[in-house]
């Protein structure tokens, strides 16, 4: 991501988190909110399972996105945000969109829930994304990113348990046979 950013002209820096669970997540944080003077932190989540509350029937990946919440909910910054991208993705782990839509609903109420939109092919800022996954699937095309693709399909009309990297390699495949 690096990489493809510099060749944007971004001079941006990337940082990532082991899946070692909250206490380093939360000293990680910690550390990049010191040494950066971090005001905002936006955790974005690659379906919407971050918003189930635990007693849905299909929680997704639960265990990811509750260490990445408490180790953020302790941070001192003034902005603390969630946000879900790729709406439909998590049908793959069991995830029951009308429980995600019960819980904006009381997000809601509280006066908690800040909005929502779509991504959509034709805006420029999704545009460059799309750019970015792909850039990056050809760097790592023996392990592409199961999240970004899972995005991108969802950014691409497909909704439940689809699989882009899968279908990619398929056709990769086939092509190769002619």
């Not at 000293?27 to 399972?49: K, R, S």
């Not at 003034?78 to 839509?101: D, M, Q």
């Not at 994304?129 to 790592?140: E, P």
């Amino acid at each position: 991501m690096a990489e493809f950013l510099s060749r944007q002209g971004e001079n941006a820096r990337i940082y990532a988190f082991d899946k070692l669970g909250v206490t380093p997540i939360r000293e990680g944080y910690a550390h990049l909110v010191q040494a950066l003077g971090l005001d905002a932190i936006v955790l974005l989540d690659g379906g919407t399972d971050v918003l189930l509350g635990g007693d849905e029937a299909g929680l997704g990946t639960p265990a990811e996105d509750m260490a990445s919440l408490a180790a953020v909910a302790a941070m001192n910054v003034p902005t603390r945000i969630v946000a879900c991208v790729g709406f439909g993705v998590g049908a793959y782990h069991g995830v029951c969109h009308a429980n995600w839509l019960e819980n904006v609903a009381a997000l809601t109420a509280d006066g908690a829930f800040l909005g929502a939109t779509a991504l959509l092919e034709r805006m420029p800022e999704v545009r460059i994304y799309l750019d970015a996954v792909n850039s990056a699937d050809l760097a790592t095309s023996r392990q592409p990113s199961i999240v970004n693709g899972s995005i991108v399909s969802s950014i691409e009309g497909r909704f439940g348990d689809y699989h882009r990297n899968r279908a990619r390699r398929a056709l990769h495949y086939l092509s190769t046979l002619s």
